[in-house]
């Protein structure tokens, strides 16, 4: 029996096929994988993006206690939130949250959709992508009017 040690691993080969084993196992592999060599399907690329929103969203939960704890403190407290969220950055990062929040929200809704068995063929995903990323930019244009 052939043994090949890698790392933290042991591979054992049978004899018979220790030849076809090392020969696999030798193989010229690339030692760094170029990320941008790939081209992401649409509805992998819409579930990214779910995933960064939520974790954007588990961000600004500090950001948004703040302002809450802050505007209940006092009447002063309260002007000097209400005096920080006009001004341009910090109605950028409440822009930010938002669209952050309605994209996480349409795309949750369309896993629940295919969750119930809604859009799960290939050419259904890739609509309900389309869709996500319609309706979520349409939601987010609208939300940076409101915040603006």
């Known amino acids: 029996m052939a043994i ?7 591979l054992t080969c049978p004899s018979r096929a220790s ?3 090392e020969r696999a196992v030798n193989k010229k592999r690339p030692v760094n994988l170029d990320l941008t060599q ?4 649409l509805p992998a690329i819409t579930s990214i993006i779910h995933r960064v929103s939520g974790v954007i969203l588990f961000v600004a939960v500090a950001f948004l206690m ?3 704890q802050g505007s209940l403190e006092s009447p002063e407290s309260f002007a000097q939130v209400k005096e920080s969220m006009s001004g341009f950055f910090a109605k950028l990062i409440t ?3 938002v ?3 309605l994209y996480h929200l349409v795309a949750g809704c369309k896993h629940l959709l295919m969750d119930i068995g809604i859009g799960e ?3 259904g995903g890739v609509l309900g992508a389309k869709v996500t990323l319609a309706v979520s930019v349409v939601l987010i244009l609208f939300a940076g009017v409101a915040v603006w």
């Open 38 to 41: 790939f081209r992401f399907p």
């Open 121 to 123: 063929t290939l050419e």
């Open 99 to 101: 669209s952050a929040l």
């Open 66 to 68: 703040w302002a809450l």
């Open 19 to 21: 030849v076809e084993c």
């Open 95 to 97: 822009w930010g949250i």
């Open 4 to 10: 090949l040690f890698f790392e933290h691993f042991q």
